[in-house]
């Protein structure tokens, strides 16, 4: 069993000050997506949402005009999205935790299984997906050299923990003052192991203004693939 941190605290910097996990998809908001896949999935005992300041307010009638259930506490993220994190990890029991992003609609239900599992087991569990594009170091508009691809992966969220190890490697990190894009990049740093499974190629996070496009063709082709059935 897991609890579930979702960061959804952006304050929408690259779009223009457009929060991006409250824009509608579908006729509801971004966020909404991962919290029903979550609230749906057995391993998943509650979740914490992280929102900006000021729209906690904002975040508790949304999820209660939306149904979801789970959610047990609504909290202000800070400045950067470790901070937000952190102020979600001090509502969480002991055990496994999944960090979430707010902005990845697409999560499904077998995914969360998967990696509040194998946390379980092995402390420490990102998903990814392999890269498939040609991968070149660029300085000054220039390429400096190409990179080989192989072994190298898209890592996505959730990414799943032992809370102990998580919070041990963000003390560490705070201590130094050190800040990493994502969650095993800290676990990494503080010297544990991270396993990698398999991730999902949906699983899309949603930065620019064209992935808000494109994650509106994704789910109208999940609702016709699945007739009206759930696609989570």
Known sequence: MAEAVVVAAGRGRRMG??????????????????????DASPSITGIILVVPPGKVEYAEHM???????????????GEER?????????????????IHDG???????????RISGEAGRFGAVVPGIPVKDTLKKVEHNAVIKTLERGGVYAIQ????????????????AYKDGFY?????????????????????ALNLKITTKDDIILAGAILQMLERRYEGRDWI
């Not at 969220?157 to 560490?172: M, N, S």
């Not at 800290?186 to 010297?191: H, K, M, N």
């Open 82 to 98: 470790q901070d937000s994190v952190m102020r979600g990890l001090e509502h969480v029991e002991d055990g496994v935790v999944l």
């Open 17 to 38: 000050g457009v929060e991006k996990q409250f824009l509608p998809l579908g006729g509801k908001p971004v966020v909404y997506y991962p919290l029903r896949t979550l």
């Open 63 to 77: 999820i209660h005009d939306l149904g979801i259930s789970k959610v047990k506490k609504v909290v202000e993220g």
């Open 180 to 200: 990493a894009t994502d969650d095993a990049g800290l676990v990494e740093r503080a010297g544990y192991t991270v396993r990698v499974v398999e991730g999902d």
């Open 103 to 113: 902005v990845r609609p697409f999560l499904r239900v077998s995914l969360v299984e």
């Open 157 to 172: 969220t959730p990414q799943g923990f032992d809370k102990e190890i998580l919070l041990d490697a963000y003390r560490k």
